[in-house]
């Protein structure tokens, strides 16, 4: 046994299908407790684990339970983390053994999922959108851990490109100097969450899931360490308007500044506001693009079985 096997509980499922190189989506559980609010948190985790086993994957939500490690969460495991919201630590690389050693229970976010992904052999990670260089960084230094992990952890992360709270040709610039590759599924244009484009491009673009499977395999094969950014615009009958999210967004911004609210609750915090700005429309939009990444990232994982 390897000393991390001794932290980590993997559902028979996952276990079965890693073992006979079925295709595996790993899945997050910040979103969960602090990115929705029950119960539609719930609901859409549940949704996401279906469209992944509809597509021929193996669903395994990611998060510490009694600082237990799980890969594979079970439908009972999932209310409860939804039931907790924020009670349930925000668990990013940094928190993990703070977690494990004091047996609390931690959602994981993009970098933590990222990192127990790895450890259990998962390739394909499906979430809402990656963390990044937040607006005004050059002051405070708020860069999200997400981008050091894709520089370092092997892994693809699908989704809907950055938040769109963040500062994104920043974020760009960083995954850039990390050697970071930003692959556009059908699109030149870096989605930005709610919207599908951001008035910014990926760096290649691809058309199906298997040029897919062979970029990532290329790059693993050849030992050149780190993730993959993969980008998948949300549908357009669900995209929202560009200046109204904006305005939505800058005004989430200033009353985040004026509480003083940064590091890891700025996120959350923002992500609430935003919905509540928009009179609820944003999170219909959040759901929407998950369903759509938990597609994608299927797909992926089928053809990277495959290679």
């Known amino acids: 046994m390897m000393p991390h096997e001794y932290y980590m509980d993997i559902h028979d499922e996952v276990r079965a299908a890693h073992n006979s190189n079925q295709p595996v ?3 997050e559980s910040t979103i969960i407790s602090h990115g929705m609010p ?3 948190n719930v609901e859409t985790a549940q949704h996401v684990a279906g469209i992944i086993r509809e597509a021929g994957a193996v669903p395994a939500t990611i998060a510490i339970i009694q600082g237990r490690i799980k ?11 939804g039931r907790a919201g924020h009670d349930a630590v925000k668990t990013s690389r940094r928190d993990i053994p703070l977690v494990v050693a004091n047996q609390l229970d931690g959602a994981t976010t993009v970098a933590a999922t990222m990192i127990i992904a790895r ?11 990656i963390g990044g260089v937040h607006r005004g960084a050059e002051h405070s230094f708020d860069i999200s851990a ?3 992990e894709l520089a370092q952890t092997d892994v693809a992360v699908v ?13 760009l610039e960083y995954l850039e100097t990390k050697g970071v590759p930003v692959l556009g599924y059908q699109t030149d244009a870096l989605p930005a969450f709610y919207t599908r484009t951001s008035g910014y491009n990926v760096d290649y673009a691809c058309q199906t899931p298997e040029e ?10 050849l030992g050149l360490r780190g993730g993959v950014v993969v980008a998948n615009p949300i549908p357009e009958a669900f995209a929202m308007d560009f200046d109204a999210i904006n305005r939505a967004i800058e005004h989430a911004l200033t009353e985040a500044e004026t509480l003083g609210i940064r590091g890891k609750e700025s996120t959350p915090f923002l ?9 609820g429309d944003s999170l219909k939009s959040n759901i929407e693009l998950v369903y759509n990444n938990a597609r994608l990232a299927a797909k992926l994982s089928v053809a990277y079985a495959r290679l």
């Open 25 to 27: 989506v790993a899945l």
């Open 38 to 40: 029950y119960p539609s």
């Open 71 to 81: 890969v594979g969460l079970t439908p009972e495991e999932i209310d409860t983390l």
């Open 119 to 129: 450890l259990a052999g998962i390739k394909i990670f499906a979430t809402g959108g």
């Open 146 to 148: 997400d981008l050091e």
């Open 159 to 171: 989704c809907a490109g950055a938040k769109s709270i963040l500062d994104l040709p920043l974020t």
């Open 212 to 221: 897919l499977a062979a970029v990532l395999k290329a790059k693993w094969d």
């Open 271 to 279: 992500l609430a506001r935003v919905q509540e700005l928009t009179g």
